[in-house]
């Protein structure tokens, strides 16, 4: 195989022949993907997260038909001659090949155990970035070949239709990310705590409060066990150490590192049944968040939500 072909088979596969043997190559991606915990959101970032296969599809989904739509509404736009949906469709999906190769790569013990795995992080970087670029230039040369668009026009309206494509992915991950509920059948009573409201009560029980501390100290080591033991029974079967790996590893994906929770500006609501709901205010790179914990009245806790804050 000629090198030019890895960067640019669309002048021989297009099509309805492109776009199954895409959808095939996406199938795979999320399927590998969801096996060794490599979750794509978006073109540009990746990471090790625990989930299953109808979550790898849906992204591995979005991630092809976003970007897709958006070439080919650019291509509608700009371009001076017709194009076929079925074109832009089966190019862009085989362009997403580079990341089944990805996922491959990573069922050898390279992917890092937490955000904190330093070594393995800097590897998954040297691998993703050269898989990224390439993921571009495919995206690039579908865009040229199947919307007739080549030189510095091309180029300019690529790009701009590539950058919107991965802010609207963005928003789309940073709306089914940023809204985590995790509770028991007791906490689905829990009512929206407005924190404006007069009836805000800021206590100094220590035994709440010092678990509170806990469970953050916890999240910033990534000792997602520690956590678990102050779960009720509800809790532990619903959302494991490794589901909670992946909600934090999801956020910092979505809204930057984690810098600091706010431990003076601890509100606690008491609630029915002797129930208690704490709120914590944390602080990410770009986003503020609130941590909404409920606690059982025998101090086990009975939820987990984590929304932006107001």
Request: glycine fraction near 6%; charge should be positive; aromatic fraction near 12%.
């Amino acid at each position: 195989m000629k090198i030019k072909y890895l960067i640019n088979p669309f002048e021989r596969i297009a099509g309805w022949q492109a776009l199954v043997i895409g959808v095939i190559i996406i199938a795979l991606t999320a399927l590998f993907g969801s096996m060794n915990s490599i979750f794509f959101t978006g073109t540009m970032q990746v990471g090790p997260i625990k989930h299953n296969f109808v979550q790898a599809i849906v992204s591995q989904t979005l991630n092809w038909f976003i970007p897709f739509l958006i070439l080919w509404l650019a291509g509608v736009c700009f371009s001076k001659t017709k194009i076929r949906v079925i074109d832009v469709a089966g190019t862009t999906s085989l362009a997403c090949a580079p990341l089944l190769l990805m996922v491959i790569i990573y069922f050898l013990p390279i992917a890092p155990a937490s955000l904190y795995d330093i070594p393995r992080v800097i590897i998954m970087t040297l691998i993703y970035i050269p898989t990224a670029i390439w993921v571009i230039a495919l995206m690039y040369n579908a865009f040229s070949v199947s919307c007739h668009m080549k030189g510095s026009r091309g180029i300019i309206t690529f790009i701009g239709a590539f950058i919107i494509a991965e802010v609207l992915l963005l928003i789309i991950y940073y709306f089914l990310m940023s809204y985590l509920f995790f509770n028991s059948p007791v906490s689905n009573n829990t009512p929206e705590i407005n924190m404006n409201e007069s009836a805000v009560i800021v206590t100094d029980s220590l035994t709440i409060r010092k678990k509170t501390e806990k469970v953050i100290h916890a999240f910033e080591r990534g000792d997602f066990d520690a956590i678990t033991v102050y779960f009720d029974a509800t809790m532990k079967k619903g959302l494991p150490a490794s589901g909670l790996k992946m909600v934090w590893l999801q956020l910092t994906m979505v809204f930057g590192a984690f810098q600091k929770a706010d431990f003076n500006n601890i509100k606690e609501f008491p609630h029915k049944d002797n129930m208690t709901v704490v709120i914590v205010p944390l602080s990410f790179e770009k986003e503020a968040l609130n941590l909404q914990i409920t606690f059982n009245k025998d101090g086990t806790i009975a939820g987990l939500y984590i929304k932006p804050a107001k």
